[in-house]
């Protein structure tokens, strides 16, 4: 997708945005679930500030620093981000280790931004740095950010782009503006799932809890809406067969820990909402076996599981023994029921 280029759902947002454009602030945070095309909304709201000749307060996409975003090449322009992502969207890049790409902003990405600081702007417009994930911002890299931010440059705007911006240093949060994207409606993010030729969007856009891109990219790397471990699981605790569980950890644990960690918190919502008798939310294929399943154990043990869950996630980027983790994991789905 061109960089000059909002979601159809971001526009209406994104003109609103744009309109004070004269009068920006300096640090903006945007923020909102995984898979709404925040970073896309970040590099397109670039472009609008730096277009020439805007349309409705949007890149024209025909001026020369349109062009020169469209090539990676505008010189007001820069992209802060772990060199792990770099790496996914410049893979023939040279510059980067592609053998073992950082996942955290380093300080040294930011301080190489104090030359750049202390340049006249091309044609006395805007210059802007894009920073995403801000989640990849480390202790020392925080702080080198902070201070940037205590003093901002003159006619620079940073766009930082996060989906728990819980997670940043309350003081780099207190620097911004908050901007919240909003998930799109079920309706337009079907329509654009189908757009994309996506078979079975729904179920697809139910096991990314509603995102669209997050359910695309699902859709483009797996043959159904969930794992098959999954559903092997599910199949074997109602064949009371509880000890044969066990025997999925190697294959759960070739997922990335943030990747089953998803799965299985979504599952155990499935299972609550199964146990109060309502319709399931992320794996509606699953919804009979779910109900089956959700009337072998209660409520409470369903939650206290849900947020075990939830507070493991918040480490998944360190796990210190991913096979240790797995079997955890999975012994504690076993006592979720058993009575």
């Known amino acids: 997708m061109s960089p000059l280029e909002f979601y159809p759902w971001q526009r209406a947002t994104a003109q609103r945005w744009l309109q004070q454009r004269e009068r920006f602030a300096h640090a903006w945070l945007i923020h909102g679930l995984a898979g ?35 090539s990676g ?8 981000r ?62 080198a950010l902070l201070k940037i931010l205590e003093e901002p440059p003159t006619h620079t705007v940073f766009l930082l782009v996060a989906d728990r911006y819980q997670q940043l240093l309350p003081t780099i949060v207190s620097r911004c503006r908050r901007l919240p994207l909003s998930t799109p409606d079920h309706t337009t993010s079907l329509a654009w799932l189908q757009a994309q030729m996506v078979q079975t969007p729904e179920a697809w856009l139910a096991a990314a809890g509603g995102a669209p891109l997050a359910a695309y990219r699902l859709a483009q790397q797996m043959s159904k809406p969930y794992p098959d471990w999954l559903e092997q699981l599910q199949n074997t605790l109602l064949k009371g067969q509880e000890q044969a569980i066990i025997a999925l950890a190697s294959e759960i644990e070739k997922e990335p820990a943030t990747q089953w960690l998803t799965v299985l918190q979504r599952w155990y919502v499935d299972l609550l909402l199964a146990c109060y008798g309502q319709p399931v939310r992320y794996y509606p294929d699953l919804q009979v076996s779910t109900q089956q399943l959700s009337q072998r154990s209660h409520a409470l043990r369903l939650q206290q599981q849900w947020k075990w869950l939830l507070t493991q996630k918040q480490h998944s980027e360190h796990p210190l023994n991913a096979k240790l983790w797995v079997h955890t994991a999975l012994e504690r789905v076993i006592h979720s029921f058993i009575h």
Not at 54 to 69: E, I, R, Y
Not at 73 to 80: A, E, K, T
Not at 102 to 130: C, I, M, P
């Open 36 to 70: 709404i095309g925040k970073t896309q909304f970040a590099k397109a709201g670039a472009a609008a500030l730096l277009c020439e000749q805007p349309q409705s307060f949007l890149a024209c996409g025909q001026c020369d620093a349109c062009q020169w975003v469209q």
């Open 73 to 80: 090449n505008h010189p007001d322009l820069r992209w802060v």
């Open 82 to 143: 772990p060199d792990a992502v770099a790496a996914i969207e410049n893979p023939d890049d040279p510059m980067i280790d592609s053998k073992t790409p950082s996942k955290w902003l380093r300080v040294e990405q930011l301080r190489a931004l104090t030359d750049w600081f202390n340049t006249a702007t091309h044609r006395g417009g805007y210059r802007v740095a894009v920073l995403y994930p801000a989640e990849a911002l480390n202790p020392v890299s925080s702080n």
